[in-house]
């Protein structure tokens, strides 16, 4: 039976390297111990990755999908705040998880945050480190079989996130987002680049991807040895060894949607006071993205990203173009009903 939708006021905030749950309700705090059974998985918790801990994908409400948000920076908390309020009014949201990686935050500065729901409940996960391996971390609260992994300095309007999550609720074996890369082999050096093509793609951005629920177990309990750590270790790229993942195990190229998302951290905005806070914005990034690509498929023994070539589109209007005295106009404009 569907779980119903319960309308919150405010938001909880997880403490959970500190053993405490802060929730936040109206303009009142509570403190209070949190018992294990309440407790989010951590990174290094003993059974992660003991599959019973976890429903069953069957089991999993498919009309609706969670949102994990990540989140790092104290100067873009103005910013997450007002996404994880957009996020929270959409019918299609059961429930938004902020995943706050800076370990060095003061509590203070998250109880301050103004996160008051405007439907789904909002939540503030402290990851236990700052690894970006955590946000594919499996949780037993998650109770959807899609979640929406996305950065927080990226807005997207509630029509286009309904429209990306009917298209994954099709193609559920994919990764489905707005932010499309590409690989490429070069023949000079026999390495793979990472770059941008207007004709293919064949990975899609952690700033927005849908994508099964239970890939978060497999990235984090099934992923080839050596992926992770170096992950870890580049600090960068766990967006590529999620699409690695899933394409190996569907054989298809993820699904591009039409959209146009307002990105915050891109470092061709004009102001640039939230950029210098993103990955992308380092120098060399596309070459340490290329490299990443390169030890992905040793790791992997093999190539598994996939290529696509189509994009989802919600507009499915003809653009045949007819004669009006000497003007080309779509045809349908022209105002003459054909069947």
Not at 34 to 46: F, I, N, Q, V, Y
Request: charged share 20%.
């Amino acid at each position: 039976m569907a779980r119903k939708r319960r309308k919150r006021l405010g938001f909880s905030i997880l403490l959970l390297g500190s053993g405490v749950i802060f929730t936040a309700l109206a303009a009142f705090f509570f403190l209070s111990a949190t018992p294990a059974s309440k407790r989010l998985d951590l990174a290094g918790e003993t059974g992660v990755c003991q599959r019973d801990r976890y429903p069953q994908s069957i089991d999993l409400r498919p009309d609706q999908l969670t949102v994990l948000m990540n989140g790092f920076s104290e100067a873009r908390i103005h910013i997450l705040e007002q996404h994880a309020q957009a996020y929270s009014a959409s019918p299609v949201v059961d429930a938004v998880y902020i995943l706050w990686g800076n370990t060095s935050t003061p509590d203070q500065v998250l109880l301050n945050a103004n996160l008051e729901s405007l439907g789904a409940p909002i939540y503030v996960v402290r990851q236990p480190s700052s690894s970006l391996n955590n946000r594919f971390l499996p949780r037993k609260e998650i109770s959807t079989q899609a979640v929406l992994v996305c950065d927080d300095d990226i807005s997207v309007d509630l029509s286009s996130l309904k429209f990306a999550f009917q298209v994954w609720s099709e193609n559920q074996d994919r990764i489905v987002g707005l932010f499309p890369r590409s690989h490429s082999f070069q023949l000079g050096t026999k390495s793979w680049i990472y770059t941008k093509s207007s004709i293919r793609y064949s990975i899609l951005l952690t700033k927005f991807m849908i994508l099964a629920t239970e890939n978060l177990y497999l990235y984090s309990c099934s992923m080839p040895a050596g992926v992770k750590e170096y992950v870890d270790d580049a600090i960068n790229c766990e967006d590529i060894a999620m699409n690695f993942l899933v394409s190996s195990r569907s054989k298809k190229g993820p699904l591009l949607v039409e959209g146009s998302p307002r990105d915050w951290g891109d470092p061709r905005n004009s102001n640039l006071g939230l950029v210098s806070e993103a990955l992308s914005a380092r120098s060399g990034h596309r070459k340490d993205r290329g490299e990443c690509i390169t030890a992905f498929h040793r790791l992997w023994d093999g190539m598994e990203l996939r290529y696509s070539y189509l994009k989802a589109v919600s507009d499915v209007r003809e653009r045949a173009m007819c004669d009006q005295a000497g003007t080309l106009m779509e045809c349908d404009r022209v105002g003459v009903e054909v069947t």
